[in-house]
């Protein structure tokens, strides 16, 4: 009966920080109320604030909840500003597992001795976080001297059942939360426990991490900003990861940084053109930029770990990004408005003039400053909560990025005060959109087609004869006749078209 050990314990710490207070006068049921408030008040911690025993709270019943208080933190949708801000200090402090244990997880993992593995294995471990920790060793080369360093990660080898039981209590719990309170449907506590489900079933599967380091290495390959290290999959299976090891400079340490002769400025731009160009040109970022998982190398490099949350973007949610970004800095609420509507982003019958005096009401305010100074993260947050109003669902891959955009711009803006943003930013912005739009954008999208065209066009003269055939046959009216001709003439045109296009 652990569930109910901990289930005690859950309610116990609701409790003790004081959260039965919280929920004063939320409950629906008369009769649960009057039940409330004949427990004795826990005086404990009254003097902090609701948002700050919350936190406490969260502390208080160890990783897995800390981790649902950070997710909670990126929703201020949900939970409101106040609550954001004070479970944004949430940070998972866990103490290490014994490093016998992390090499009895790595042989269970390939099935040989540790020495038959890695050619030395620092049994300390050089980091431990809530789920995994890190250790240092070196592979073999071929001819069994030392070779590569790499750092391994190792899932703690006792969470997968902790975490699956805390997510049971979580679902559970969600769904009494929208049953019994009265706010309980507005904090969507089971879409939030769902999405947080997701990430940490996402961090539990290490080659799930793997393979995002691996596709986002090949994404930067050489690049002149960005480096990532390079992923052993010889070595790595679901509960451990091997991969380079990378020396660097954490991005927090700007001391040791301007010691170091790193140019922060520059630093601060290749920040936001490291992530606009994950955005706009792969559609694939790091979403958990926060600066314990980066590092800077010596030659002034981004050096990028932990790539357990990845954003993916179709498209779509490019277009989506690059139009309102666009509109937004030519202060065009009109443009946002009508390409919401267009591109069906809400529901069809939205009046343009309200959603465009919505976003104004929202937007104008932040605008008040030098262009500058103005933060993508919080247009696109003051967005989803006008989207929103107006019945629209927003995806969490942009939820996500919005959240990212949030974490990368406080960074740029702590190595770079002065950091131009929208400077930076403006670039890509307006590349994507040219690259989208006229000749250049129609040969692309045609060469992209260009297998299904193969298919296609050998059956065209039999096709247009079917079509004439028909015609004379069935249409005595001029008008469609005369419509079927044109289709042919245009299909004709478009092929001519495509042949110049592709010569
Ligand atoms: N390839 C590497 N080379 C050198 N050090 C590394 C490497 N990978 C990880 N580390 C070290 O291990 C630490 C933890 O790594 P990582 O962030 O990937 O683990 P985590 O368990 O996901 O932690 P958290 O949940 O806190 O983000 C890093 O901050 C860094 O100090």
């Given amino acids: 009966m652990k569930w109910l050990k901990r289930f005690r314990l859950i309610v116990h710490?609701?409790?003790?920080?004081?959260?039965?207070?919280l929920l004063d006068g939320q409950l629906r049921h008369p009769l649960l109320r009057k039940l409330l408030s004949c427990l004795p008040e826990s005086k404990e911690t009254l003097e902090y604030s609701n948002a700050v025993r919350l936190r406490?709270?969260?502390?208080?019943?160890?990783?897995?909840?800390?981790?649902?208080?950070?997710?909670?933190?990126?929703?201020?949708?949900?939970?409101?500003?106040?609550?954001?801000?004070?479970?944004?200090?949430?940070?998972?402090?866990?103490?290490?597992?014994?490093?016998?244990?992390?090499?009895?997880?790595?042989?269970?993992?390939?099935?040989?001795?540790i020495e038959q593995i890695y050619f030395d294995f620092e049994r300390e471990p050089i980091a431990s976080a809530s789920i995994a920790q890190v250790h240092q060793a070196h592979l073999f080369n071929e001819d069994g001297t030392q070779g590569q360093k790499v750092a391994i990660k190792v899932l703690r080898p006792d969470i997968k059942p902790v975490i699956e039981q805390d997510l049971a209590l979580m679902h559970w719990g969600a769904v009494w939360l929208e049953k019994l309170f009265r706010d309980g449907k507005r904090l969507k506590p089971r879409e939030v426990v769902k999405e947080f489900d997701k990430y940490l079933h996402d961090e539990l599967d290490l080659m799930h991490e793997a393979a995002n380091a691996s596709q986002?290495?090949?994404?930067?390959?050489?690049?002149?900003?960005?480096?990532?290290?390079k992923v052993y999959f010889d070595y790595c299976s679901r509960n451990v990861m091997t991969m380079e090891w990378m020396d660097g400079t954490p991005i927090s340490d700007t001391e040791t940084l301007i010691a170091k002769g790193i140019d922060l400025k520059k630093l601060a731009r290749f920040g936001v053109e490291i992530f606009f160009t994950q955005v706009f040109k792969n559609g694939f970022f790091h979403a958990d930029m926060h600066p314990g998982n980066i590092f800077v190398a010596d030659d002034g490099r981004y050096i990028a770990l932990d790539f357990g949350i990845v954003g993916t973007l179709d498209e779509y949610d490019k277009r989506y990004l690059a139009?309102?970004?666009?509109?937004?800095?030519?202060?065009?609420y009109h443009r946002v408005a009508t390409a919401h509507i267009e591109s069906g982003w809400v529901p069809?019958?939205?009046?343009?003039?309200?959603?465009?005096?919505?976003?104004?009401?929202?937007?104008?305010?932040?605008?008040?400053?030098?262009?500058?100074?103005?933060?993508?993260?919080?247009?696109?947050?003051?967005?989803f909560e006008t989207s929103r109003r107006f019945n629209v669902e927003i995806q969490p891959q942009l939820v996500l990025l919005q959240k990212t955009l949030l974490n990368i711009e406080g960074l740029g803006r702590q190595l770079d005060p002065n950091l131009d943003l929208w400077a930076t930013a403006k670039p890509f912005l307006v590349n994507w959109m040219n690259e989208q739009m006229g000749w250049k954008a129609l040969k692309r999208n045609l060469e992209k087609e260009m297998p299904d065209?193969?298919?296609?066009?050998?059956?065209?003269p039999r096709k247009v004869n079917e079509v004439l055939s028909h015609s004379n046959d069935q249409s005595r009216n001029g008008l469609q006749k005369q419509l079927q001709y044109n289709q042919i003439i245009m299909v004709i045109i478009a092929i001519l078209l495509i042949f110049i296009l592709l010569k």
């Fill in 56 to 113: 406490l709270a969260l502390e208080h019943l160890g990783p897995i909840f800390v981790k649902l208080g950070q997710v909670l933190s990126t929703r201020p949708d949900v939970v409101g500003p106040e609550y954001a801000s004070e479970l944004a200090k949430l940070q998972d402090r866990v103490p290490a597992f014994d490093g016998g244990i992390a090499i009895a997880q790595v042989e269970k993992a390939f099935g040989k001795p």
């Fill in 453 to 460: 065209w193969a298919n296609i066009l050998p059956s065209l």
């Fill in 13 to 21: 710490t609701v409790w003790y920080f004081g959260l039965i207070n």
């Fill in 216 to 229: 986002l290495g090949r994404q930067f390959e050489n690049s002149a900003m960005l480096i990532v290290p």
């Fill in 348 to 383: 069809a019958d939205t009046r343009a003039e309200e959603l465009e005096s919505a976003v104004r009401t929202v937007c104008e305010p932040i605008f008040n400053r030098p262009l500058s100074q103005i933060s993508f993260g919080l247009i696109l947050m003051r967005l």
């Fill in 323 to 332: 139009v309102n970004f666009l509109a937004f800095f030519n202060r065009d």
